[in-house]
């Protein structure tokens, strides 16, 4: 394993506890799965007589789901009367394309096993469904290493509730304080503030669309994944 990474970025966590364990957000954050995502999108597009998009142009709306995407593809919001058809149609596309890309970001393997070597666990909390969550965990090889894989529909309330994270850490059976929650959008940064875990904003995510990642309130901004292990030493 390569374990070369550029300087941690600005910020400090101050650890209640000492730290068990590490949850990462999915789309953006674990996985670079915006390809397949605009890949469906697009074919809404073409399917309407439009163009397909460029993938610079849909990437920083990826994590934001089919919401964010046929929003910026088609200018179509929820509460439009097209919006849920349009849904159904993005979710079929994305069921035949949402291993074809998909990979894990630079440097996600190598904090993967470092964690492991340290003892740390790990876990997702991803707002995608259930049903999408697990064939690209399966395909990235990564589902049983996983300590707990929390989805959108896996609870009650998605993020920016904190249900999610709290439900990820009883399953793994560490406290919150205990737990460091990595993402790229700012309902990851949300969700955990009000699960009162420290958060960390992955920069090298999908982040556009949120405006600027410093304002979020993240206990840290971190531009590579191996610097997460900077902030996991008490």
């Not at 998009?53 to 088609?74: C, E």
Request: hydrophobic share 45%.
């Amino acid at each position: 394993m390569t374990l070369s990474a550029s300087m941690p970025a600005g910020g400090t966590i101050h650890w209640r506890l000492p730290p068990q364990a590490v949850l990462f957000d999915l789309d953006g954050t674990l996985a670079d799965t915006a390809g397949d995502l605009g890949g469906a999108l697009n074919q809404l597009r073409l399917a309407r007589g439009l163009p397909a998009l460029p993938l610079d142009a849909l990437r920083p709306y990826a994590s934001a789901g089919a919401r964010g995407l046929i929003g910026v593809g088609l200018d179509i919001h929820p509460g439009h009367p097209e919006f849920e058809p349009l849904r159904e149609a993005f979710l079929a596309a994305y069921t035949q394309c949402l291993a074809d890309t998909t990979a894990l970001f630079d440097g996600v393997a190598d904090l993967l096993y470092e964690l492991g070597a340290r003892g740390l666990k790990w876990g997702i909390v991803t707002n995608k469904p259930h049903r999408y969550t697990l064939p690209v965990m399966e395909a990235l090889s990564l589902r049983e290493e996983a300590a707990t894989i929390i989805s959108g529909d896996s609870t009650a309330y998605a993020k920016p509730h904190p249900l999610p994270l709290l439900t990820a850490c009883e399953q793994m059976g560490v406290s919150p304080e205990a737990v460091l929650y990595v993402g790229d959008d700012l309902r990851d940064i949300q969700a955990a503030q009000a699960a009162n875990m420290p958060s960390a904003a992955a920069a090298w995510g999908y982040i556009g669309h949120n405006g600027e990642v410093d304002t979020w309130g993240a206990d840290v901004v971190v531009a590579h994944p191996m610097d997460l292990l900077a902030h996991l030493l008490v």
